[in-house]
T-cell receptor, first 116, second 113 residues
Framework: DTAVSQTPKYLVTQMGNDKSIKCEQN?????MYWYKQDSKKFLKIMFS???????INETVPNRFSPKSPDKAHLNLHINSLELGDSAVYFC???????????????FGEGSWLTVV | QKEVEQNSGPLSVPEGAIASLNCTYS??????FFWYRQYSGKSPELIMF????GDKEDGRFTAQLNKASQYVSLLIRDSQPSDSATYLC?????????????FGGGTRVLVKP
């Protein structure tokens, strides 16, 4: 049983196309995230939703639009894809407890996006 | 200055030795600190977290935190070839909305038999 699942795992597409990545978590968590990992392996947060409400929106081009139909799903739609969008996109989730012990973030397996 | 800095490595360690990984962070308000392991082509998985100054041990792993020096480290004892991976340090402020984890660039560890 996959806790955080995202599809597709691999995506090769041409510049200018529009594509979506879907994410679902079955952990009952209330917070979901999109992280981007570039070729230099830096993992950076893009968006975070808590109970379907957008709470973190980092400096991301507005070609990227997240959508959370319910707290178990967070999709990422990307318009007018550019070469620089090639990266691994990780969906993640956590239960927001706001305790020092931290809110363990569980990552999906990643979606490898290649823009040609 | 990057918010979270790690030596990219590779850190080459003989099997059975101790691997020592370091991480420094710039935000003095950081309150929770995490170590993730990421195998090539896989997603990050949590090894352990720490939020109090001092040491925290979990099996072969020990995390060390020094908030005054803004420094967190990870020791891997009795290193095994299966420990070969990239280790990501991440920090967060407790009250940050949505638990924004800020990651370092990772240290690649190679354990040689």
């Amino acid at each position: 049983d996959t806790a955080v699942s995202q599809t597709p795992k691999y995506l090769v597409t041409q510049m200018g196309n529009d594509k979506s990545i879907k994410c679902e978590q079955n952990l009952g968590h209330d917070t979901m995230y999109w992280y981007k990992q570039d070729s230099k392996k830096f993992l950076k947060i893009m968006f975070s939703y808590n109970n379907k409400e957008l709470i973190i929106n980092e400096t991301v081009p507005n070609r990227f639009s997240p959508k959370s139909p319910d707290k178990a799903h967070l999709n990422l739609h990307i318009n007018s894809l550019e070469l620089g969008d090639s990266a691994v996109y990780f969906c993640a989730s956590s239960q927001d407890r706001r305790q020092l012990s931290g809110n363990t973030i569980y990552f999906g397996e990643g979606s490898w996006l290649t823009v040609v | 200055q990057k918010e979270v800095e790690q030596n990219s490595g590779p850190l080459s360690v003989p099997e059975g030795a101790i691997a020592s990984l370091n991480c420094t962070y710039s935000d003095r308000g950081s309150q929770s600190f995490f170590w993730y392991r990421q195998y090539s082509g896989k997603s990050p998985e949590l090894i352990m977290f720490i939020y109090s100054n001092g040491d925290k041990e979990d099996g072969r792993f020990t995390a060390q935190l020094n908030k005054a020096s803004q420094y967190v480290s990870l020791l891997i004892r009795d290193s095994q070839p299966s420990d070969s991976a990239t280790y990501l340090c991440a920090v967060t402020r407790l009250k940050a909305a949505g638990n924004k984890l800020t990651f370092g660039g990772g240290t690649r560890v190679l354990v040689k038999p």
